[in-house]
């Protein structure tokens, strides 16, 4: 919800079913922020959400999706879900957590777009394109809570895909948490870069892509795949459940905006808005 857009939106909403943007706390409760002391137990929270996004990363055309999941989670330890892939906080310590993380990008049709979870609009504007294959992407992640009241944090993922492309990702954010009443609200900006291999995967325009589709040849390099600003807001209903609202905007980087593909079919500008519902219970 790439972590295409849907992915970042999810994870790259993302999406992006590509970057960390929307991440667990606009999908469901918040259950990273569990007392020290909290006993260890698993956890299950049922969730879905409503998101309305670009059809592709880059896109003029807008996709409404209904995404379902389900997170698990043990204690503090391990969780798993599909926008949040499967991790381990295998080092925790003064607002530190670091360790290993696995997650899947969806890919991308060029019948539709990139949502497997869509119900409504896509686009045509990658006939001729191909399509990409769902990949999986391995590696880790560092987050760093920090400020008076450990109000502050950053995160930075780096995975490397294997299937659809082979490319590395690196997934950046840093969010401000606070209050609003009883609501927990959190936004800031985030930043997300891929290697040569991921951006001519989705950007790149050769040979056979140039004749079936008439754009011109390009090929595209490493750099920034986009930045901008996320944020959501998390509305408990109870102990259990919770409705959240939330949104992104982003500009991709030079590297896919410069794309034939951007420039003649679709916007440098991107933009998500969702809503949410999440139960929890535990096991």
């Known amino acids: ?75 503090d330890e391990v969780f798993a879900s599909i926008p949040e892939g499967i991790g381990w906080n295998a080092i925790k310590a003064n607002g530190w957590k670091i360790g290993p993380l696995a997650k899947i990008r969806f890919g991308r049709s060029e019948d539709s777009g990139g949502s497997p979870f869509r119900i409504a609009g896509g686009s045509n504007d990658l006939l001729g394109m191909g399509d990409i294959d769902k990949s999986a992407e391995i590696g880790g992640f560092v987050e760093k809570r920090f400020g008076a009241n450990r109000e502050w944090e950053a995160r930075v993922e780096v995975l490397k895909g294997l299937g659809g492309h082979d490319g590395v990702m690196a997934y950046s954010s840093l969010d401000y948490r606070t209050r609003w009443g009883s609501a927990n609200m959190r936004f800031g900006p985030r930043l997300n870069l891929a290697s040569g291999s991921f951006m001519d995967t989705y950007y790149g325009i050769d040979e056979e892509r140039s004749a079936n589709t008439g754009l011109a040849r390009y090929k595209a390099g490493g750099g920034v795949l986009s930045y901008g600003l996320g944020a959501n807001m ?50």
Do not use: H
């Open 1 to 75: 919800m790439c972590k295409t857009f849907l992915t970042s939106a999810l994870l790259s909403a993302t999406a992006v079913l590509a970057a960390p943007a929307l991440t667990q706390e606009t999908l469901a409760p918040e259950v990273r922020g569990r007392p020290a002391d909290a006993p260890d137990e698993w956890v299950v929270t049922l969730r879905g959400a409503l998101l309305l996004t670009p059809a592709w990363l880059g896109s003029n055309d807008a996709t409404l999706s209904l995404v379902p999941d389900v997170r698990v989670q043990y204690g």
């Open 234 to 283: 998390v509305q408990p209903l109870n102990r259990r459940s919770a409705i959240s609202v939330f949104g992104n905007v982003e500009y991709l980087g030079d590297e896919p905006a410069d794309s034939p593909l951007v420039e003649e079919r679709g916007q440098r500008l991107q933009l998500a808005l969702g809503v949410g519902y999440g139960y929890r219970f535990s096991l």
